[in-house]
């Protein structure tokens, strides 16, 4: 059963930055796409950011366009980490952001499992 603990959350001002962390344990973390879904209230969830494998393709990465520029994937396979770094925050960014196993690289009607998620952390942006 591989469990996923995410954290780095928290309330920041519009323009400051956040990195949030996903350590996961009882899986294959290496063989695994990654990714970082966000859901706000009211509003669909939706994936933000993925990154690849680094032994099957490359480390590629998937970023949507409203954060593009802005966010950074990446991954430390030896922690078993993924991580997501937020800069220039804004208030629309504010959200719920999970973790999340077998994301795929790019946005589709494929939701992974919900046994791949993690709990979700809160990140808010003040204006």
């Known amino acids: 059963q591989v469990q996923l603990v995410e954290s780095g959350g928290g309330l920041v001002q519009a323009g400051g930055s956040l990195r949030l962390s996903c350590t996961a344990s009882?899986?294959?973390?290496?063989?695994?796409?990654m990714g970082w879904y966000r859901q706000a209230p009211g509003k669909e969830r939706e994936l933000v950011a993925a990154i690849a494998t680094i032994t099957w393709n490359g480390g590629n990465t998937y970023y949507r366009s409203s954060v593009k520029g802005r966010f950074t994937i990446s991954r430390d396979n030896a922690k078993n980490t993924v991580y997501l770094q937020m800069n220039n925050l804004k208030p629309e960014d504010t959200a719920i952001y999970y973790c999340v196993r077998g994301a795929p690289m790019s946005p589709s009607a494929y939701i992974p499992p919900a046994s791949g998620w993690g709990q979700g952390t809160q990140v808010t942006v003040s204006s």
């Open positions: 009882g899986g294959t973390f290496s063989s695994d796409d």
